[in-house]
């Protein structure tokens, strides 16, 4: 049996594509407008069809391999409700979750997937969004279903919630059935990290991994714009000071054999992918801000698998 062909848009490092792939899915094209997330999957799948350009110029006409594909799916910039901020500040991310429906006109696919913030789901600040993506998904005649997943549900060590839109053509809709946990318990920061933490010899490794019980807090990349790398808002540093994490910064390397057992530690880059659930292999471009960056904007890839693995059975129905 062929693969089930998909186009990602907004990319970014991979981690939905990368979740898709192992559902069975074959990228006919990945798209994101900064060159070094598009480095980035180059660098770990050379033979996809990468293209940078901003999905705001993206002409379906120039690339007809993506037209009639199986899924059009996309972990877009987080929309942000225009009763909290300015509008200039969310009016892109709007803009990009327009153009990814109306993408739908031109490549058909026969399943729609987009991933964004739990409010995109049921709050009344997003109502007109919502609005505006049912009239547009009914005319091309889809049917589909919004929820909200927790990425801890499916193995990531991590409390991230994400809103999710699921369109599938008219006959297929009826065989979709979003998905469900696939682990029985979440996964604790110090069980997730422990075992790099004493990578380099550290005596306080597993007295930290004891007392780190509860999973990470959401990973967020921050604007391109302003800030270096850290953890999160002030709640969130606060979650990872009681786990002797020090929120506001990352390390460039783990503890050593001379650090303090009972010290405040930093988070590495590399373990920030492992709470994203990336594979260790997993090779992010650019220095280490724009490497944490990409992972904290990211979707995990095991709701990816998650995902596609509902969409395929559907498809396949």
Same mark, same amino acid.
């Given at each position: 049996m062929s693969k089930l062909r998909f186009v990602d848009v907004c990319a970014g490092a991979g981690g939905l594509a990368l979740g898709l792939e192992k559902a069975g899915f074959d990228p006919a094209l990945l798209l994101?407008?900064?060159?070094?997330?598009?480095?980035?999957?180059?660098?770990?799948?050379?033979?996809?069809?990468?293209?940078?350009?901003?999905?705001?110029?993206?002409?379906?006409?120039?690339?007809?391999?993506?037209?009639?594909?199986?899924?059009?799916?996309?972990?877009?910039?987080?929309?942000?409700?225009?009763?909290?901020?300015?509008?200039a500040e969310t009016e892109e991310e709007l803009r990009l979750l327009e153009a990814t429906v109306l993408l739908a006109h031109s490549i058909q696919p026969r399943a729609l997937l987009i991933e964004n913030v739990p409010g995109l789901v049921d709050s009344p600040n997003f109502e007109g969004v919502r609005e505006f993506i049912r009239k547009e998904l009914e005319h091309l005649g889809y049917r589909f279903r919004w929820f909200v997943l927790?990425?801890?549900?499916?193995?990531?060590?991590?409390?991230r919630k994400q809103g999710v839109l699921v369109a599938l053509k008219e006959r297929y809709f009826p065989a979709f059935s979003p998905p469900v946990p696939t682990v029985s318990e979440h996964i604790p920061v110090g069980r997730a990290l422990r075992r790099s933490m004493a990578a380099r010899g550290w005596p306080g490794a597993d007295a930290w991994a004891a007392q780190a019980l509860s999973?990470?807090?959401?990973?967020?990349?921050?604007?391109?714009?302003? @800030?270096?790398?850290?953890? /999160? +808002?002030?709640?969130?540093?606060?979650?990872?000071?009681?786990?002797? $994490?020090?929120?506001?910064?990352? @390390?460039?390397?783990?503890? /050593? +054999?001379?650090?303090?057992?009972?010290?405040?530690?930093?988070?590495? $880059?590399?373990?920030a992918a492992l709470l994203q659930s990336f594979p260790p292999d997993w090779v992010f471009a650019g220095k280490k801000t724009v490497r944490y960056r990409q992972i904290g904007h990211a979707s995990p890839p095991p709701v990816g698998t998650a995902l596609g693995r509902s969409i395929a059975a559907a498809l396949s129905s």
């Open positions: 994101d407008r900064k060159a070094v997330a598009c480095e980035t999957l180059r660098l770990n799948r050379p033979a996809w069809n990468v293209l940078e350009t901003d999905l705001l110029d993206f002409d379906p006409a120039e690339h007809q391999h993506t037209y009639d594909v199986d899924l059009l799916s996309a972990g877009l910039p987080r929309v942000k409700s225009s009763a909290t901020v300015a509008r927790n990425a801890a549900d499916f193995g990531v060590p991590q409390d999973v990470a807090p959401t990973l967020v990349g921050g604007s391109d714009k302003r @800030g270096g790398a850290d953890l /999160g +808002p002030t709640g969130t540093k606060k979650a990872w000071a009681r786990m002797r $994490v020090n929120g506001g910064t990352l @390390g460039n390397e783990v503890p /050593g +054999p001379d650090d303090s057992p009972s010290g405040v530690i930093t988070i590495t $880059v590399p373990q």
